[in-house]
């Protein structure tokens, strides 16, 4: 006897939209990196200037958290500005990074870095010098959050979404976008055009021939 369910579809299941944060919470987050969070006083200066480069690199390059803490010190190339990273299924791309990033990694990897007494090449330290952990940077950047005073909940893909939400409202093209977050698929760059429809419209009515 057939089933009377097997020509039935399953429902779609409710796309999850990116969360992000605004342009100025950020802008709260960078600055708070200048004070940085409490760390046992040996370490402190060290350890503050390595969450100011991460931070900044994680809003300059859209990177998952698990291909940040697998950065080692040859995949960065400060003088070009740029890293080279391995993506889901090891897939390899070339990331670009802002110079006011690159001030930053390079202040940590000349001057700090060195005194965590590096037992491993992964360029994020912990203050044992072993590579830092996704958890622990999941950690320094709800405390960072907690003290630039901002309620949202913030993560590494938080920041990520971010970089491709502020990115997109600037006005860069999805093709571009899609390959510096290293999606293999454009589809799931797409997700990001739900997030800003009025800058969408915006950019409609200024570029399309009869927009107006």
């Not at 779609?12 to 990116?18: G, I």
């Not at 931070?55 to 300059?60: I, N």
């Amino acid at each position: 006897m057939k089933n009377p369910t097997d020509l039935l579809k399953s429902p779609k299941q409710p796309q999850c939209l990116p969360k992000f944060l605004t342009q100025e919470q950020v802008g709260s987050l960078l600055l708070i990196t200048e004070t940085g969070i409490p760390y046992r006083e040996n370490h402190e200066k060290a350890l503050h200037t390595r969450d100011r480069a991460m931070v900044y690199l994680l809003y300059a390059t859209g990177l998952r958290v698990s291909e940040l803490v697998g950065l080692t010190t040859h995949d960065l190339d400060l003088a070009m500005s740029y890293l080279r990273v391995k993506g889901k299924g090891e897939k390899e791309r070339i990331t670009p990074f802002a110079p006011v990033a690159g001030k930053h990694l390079a202040l940590y990897l000349e001057e700090h870095r060195p005194r965590l007494h590096p037992a491993t090449d992964h360029f994020f330290l912990n203050e044992r010098g072993f590579a830092l952990t996704r958890q622990a940077v999941w950690r320094i950047l709800k405390s960072l959050a907690l003290q630039a005073g901002i309620s949202a909940p913030l993560s590494p893909h938080v920041l990520r979404h971010s970089f491709a939400t502020h990115l997109l409202q600037s006005g860069m093209n999805l093709r571009s976008l899609q390959m510096l977050l290293g999606h293999s698929d454009l589809s799931t760059t797409q997700i990001y055009t739900h997030v800003t429809p009025e800058h969408l419209k915006a950019a409609h009515r200024k570029y399309h021939p009869r927009g107006e």
